[in-house]
């Protein structure tokens, strides 16, 4: 469905001015459909408190998974997002594994001390970063040149579902699937081209077990899925909200000293 009306947007731009303007009025109603059913999605969890939301906690753990297979236990994790660029984790029950994503750079604190990233597993966070739908909701939709496609109905995980994409100025894509009765999301998933073999690969996420904390209805359970391959699901036990972080939290050097003592 999405490639089809890809393909016809670009047909239209060989087409006579009528014909143009005629089916511009169908793209406007498609779009505002397609804003209608996201504006939606963003007062299910939660309207303009969720936009405004100062940080998010999240604790729980997390399992690896190998061309779709399990490739170990579980694994204890904290996670802090501070909305645009901030996001650090918390690994092992002794939580002396760190990772800090600040910006565009990312650095990892043990008992070795800080080190930056692989620039590999840097890109690879960014890039989901970059395509959340958060990103998409808080950047791409008020972007005046992002052109927002509804592409209908359909099943997603037993559940009625809306499905929107919007195509960036940037030409990258985003679609998400909603809940058609809670118009909570189902679904998140993008394409990215591999910088060195240069093939596509498509990056999507789902979002179950809905529980509401502090007024923000939140996904418990998380999947990761890689070209169909499922490759992480992340299970939470807790959730808080716009907690007062300390004056260094965000400090890779202030974390260092901490787990070195």
Do not use: C
Not at 10 to 37: F, G, H, I, S, Y
Not at 51 to 71: E, I, W, Y
Not at 130 to 151: N, Q, R
Not at 176 to 185: A, G, N, S
């Amino acid at each position: 469905m999405r490639r089809a009306l890809l393909a016809t947007l670009a047909v239209l731009a060989l087409w006579t001015p009528l014909n143009l303007r005629a089916q511009t009025a169908d793209e406007a109603k498609n779009a505002a459909q397609a804003r209608t059913a996201l504006d939606a999605m963003v007062q299910a969890l939660g309207g303009q408190a969720w936009l405004d939301m100062k940080n998010v906690t999240r604790q729980g753990h997390l399992a690896a998974f190998f061309q779709g297979k399990p490739s170990g236990g579980t694994t204890d994790f904290w996670e802090f997002h501070v909305w645009p660029d901030h996001d650090r984790y918390e690994y092992t029950k002794h939580r002396d594994v760190l990772q800090f994503y600040i910006g565009r750079q990312g650095w990892e604190v043990t008992y070795k001390g800080k080190k930056e990233l692989p620039q590999e597993q840097v890109d690879d966070y960014l890039r989901r970063r970059d395509h959340s739908i958060e990103t998409a909701i808080k950047v791409w939709l008020k972007d005046p040149k992002t052109i927002l496609i509804y592409e209908g109905q359909r099943l997603a995980e037993r559940h009625l579902a809306e499905q929107v994409t919007l195509i960036s100025a940037q030409n990258k894509a985003i679609t998400i699937l909603m809940d058609k009765q809670t118009h909570l999301p189902l679904r998140r998933s993008f394409e990215w081209r591999d910088p060195l073999y240069k093939d596509k690969n498509l990056d999507a996420e789902e979002y179950d077990d809905y529980h509401t904390v502090n007024g923000f209805p939140t996904p418990f359970t998380t999947t990761r899925f890689k070209n169909g391959d499922m490759t992480r699901q992340q299970y939470l036990d807790k959730v808080t909200y716009n907690q007062e972080l300390g004056a260094d939290f965000w400090s890779v050097d202030a974390a260092d000293r901490r787990i070195k003592k």
